[in-house]
């Protein structure tokens, strides 16, 4: 028999009697069940967050501190038995799945230094005004299978942190880990303050629309992302959004193909390309472009894909059917225009596991739709340019608005290209690098508010202008 994980609703590991299997990409193999939540778990959940909420929000900042350090803690304290997990539900190796526990444990850690001073605006005779932040109340936090506890951690340190209190759904795709951090921090946290949720396609709408929700915090696609705002908007919710991106890898003539090869292929690939801010689109000036695709492509035939529980291997499954098939039809409609792969591209879809070879294709034009669609997988469109100001409006040519790269020489140069790129993130010689004490969030559709940093954490807090008129005091 399969392992079961149970829900975490107002302290307790609850489940519903009623159960969903979860599968490992890798070998489609069921790994484990998780519980379906319909609408009355959910107001359990919900009446359970509410409650909490009364003493939480007034609950000192050290303690709400100490109880999400204790998460870290718990994480941290079991990262060999949590990542394995992750790598057996989510696909991705090892040493990555290492990466996103250990980088969830110090992420929290980290955010729970954060703190939101009052500001005063005026103390002087005639009156005293301040600004507080006061917590929104209950937060519903929805999340995706690419890093699903990374993304779960996103969302439960600042809630907790401002004062919230948290109903949690992660994905049905990959919501065994984060169960089991749940079961390791029930004990640790209030009841109440943090629930685990699981359900199939009908609870992320019900979360949405659920009357006593004042916030939705959201990390998806940008076309559930739509549906979220439209949902929030019959009460008013506030939101959060953190959707999909294109993002853009702009490598100037002055780039070192040899320094830069490898780095970009990871920019691309790290966890088979799903993730929100890997390199989608790669333009290379005409100078350099021979011989950097020539490196990317021979650093490529070094990496192994496979079962990312498998020593070696670099590049992990698709994570689920319905991503794989995607992917193919890209990779397929790239075939049938007659585009140029410079490696991979022949997927076996009879095989067992969504398996996807690491695919480079060799200039494809600008409309390709696996140019101009997010391909999330491991997916690499090279392009060659040859002027500056032609490489800004076309890495700009997008709805997106997510992250981006530039590499030089002249980091000054970089920054002059940065500056304008729509986007909102840029890295110069480096990818993929957050940090908690920055915000995080997409320009234009790839996002709406931000996550990270003071103005991440604001986001789960109403401004509160208290005014003493201090020169008329009726007494
Ligand atoms: P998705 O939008 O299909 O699902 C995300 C979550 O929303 C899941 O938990 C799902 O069950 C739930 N959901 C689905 N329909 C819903 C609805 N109508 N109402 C409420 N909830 C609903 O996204 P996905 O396929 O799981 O993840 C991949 C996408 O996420 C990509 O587009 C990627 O770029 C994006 N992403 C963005 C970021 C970021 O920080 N900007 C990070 C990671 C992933």
Redesign the pocket.
């Known amino acids: 028999m399969v392992t079961q994980y149970k829900n975490l609703i107002g302290g307790k590991m609850v489940e519903t009697g009623r159960w969903m299997d979860v599968i490992n990409p890798a070998n489609e193999q069921v790994i484990g069940q998780v519980p379906v939540c319909g609408k009355d778990e959910l107001d359990e959940a919900v009446a359970a967050a509410r409650a909490a909420f009364k003493t939480w929000k007034n609950t000192p900042i050290e303690e709400r501190r100490a109880a999400i350090m204790a998460i870290s803690g718990a994480i941290k304290e079991n990262a060999e038995e949590l990542y394995r997990l992750l790598t057996s539900e989510q696909g991705k190796p090892h040493e990555q799945a290492r990466g996103e526990i250990y980088g969830a444990a110090g992420m929290a850690a980290a955010q729970s230094t954060l703190s939101l001073e009052e500001e005063i605006v005026q103390d002087d005779d005639t009156r005293l005004m301040r600004v507080r932040r006061v917590p929104v109340g209950v937060v519903g936090g929805?999340?995706?299978?690419?890093?699903p506890v990374m993304?779960a951690i996103q969302k439960i340190v600042p809630a907790m942190l401002s004062g919230c209190t948290i109903v949690l759904?992660?994905?049905?795709f990959t919501p065994l880990t984060t169960l089991r951090i749940a079961e390791l921090i029930a004990a640790k946290v209030p009841a109440g303050v943090v629930n685990i949720i699981t359900g199939e396609?009908d609870l992320?709408?019900m979360?949405?629309s659920h009357p006593d929700i004042d916030k939705i915090t959201?990390?998806?696609?940008?076309?559930?992302g739509k549906?979220?705002m439209e949902?929030a908007s019959a009460d008013l919710k506030r939101i959060t959004l953190?959707?999909?991106?294109n993002d853009a890898s702009i490598v100037l003539p002055d780039a070192d193909p040899k320094k830069v090869a490898e780095q970009l292929f990871w920019s691309s690939f790290s966890n088979a390309g799903q993730?929100?801010v890997a390199a989608k689109r790669v333009y290379i000036h005409e100078d350099i472009y021979d011989e950097l695709s020539a490196a990317i492509v021979e650093y490529a035939k070094t990496v192994k894909v496979g079962d990312g529980s498998e020593q070696g291997t670099g590049v992990g499954p698709i994570q689920n059917r319905k991503?794989y098939e995607r992917v193919i039809e890209l990779i397929e409609d790239a075939k049938a225009n007659g585009y140029k792969f410079l490696l991979g591209g022949d997927v076996d879809p009879s095989g067992t596991g969504f398996y996807v070879p690491i695919t480079i294709l060799d200039n494809p034009p600008e409309d390709a739709r696996i140019v101009a669609e997010?391909q999330?997988g491991p997916v690499m469109p090279l392009m060659k340019f040859s002027s500056e100001e032609e490489v800004i409006a076309r890495a700009n040519n997008t709805e997106y608005g997510?992250a981006g790269a530039v590499w030089t020489g002249d980091p000054e140069r970089g920054v002059k290209i940065a500056e304008q790129l729509e986007t909102g993130t840029v890295w110069i010689n480096e990818y993929l690098h957050l940090s908690p004490f920055a915000p995080?969030g997409?320009h234009k559709q790839?996002?709406f508010g931000a996550e990270y940093g003071k103005e991440g954490l604001k986001e789960f807090t109403y401004p509160q202008v208290i005014t003493v008129r201090r020169d008329n005091v009726p007494a």
């Open positions: 929805i999340v995706p299978w690419n890093f993304m759904k992660p994905s049905p396609d992320g709408p979360i949405t959201f990390t998806g696609s940008t076309a559930t549906k979220i949902g953190e959707l999909g991106g993730i929100c991503q997010e999330f997510l995080f997409g790839s996002g």
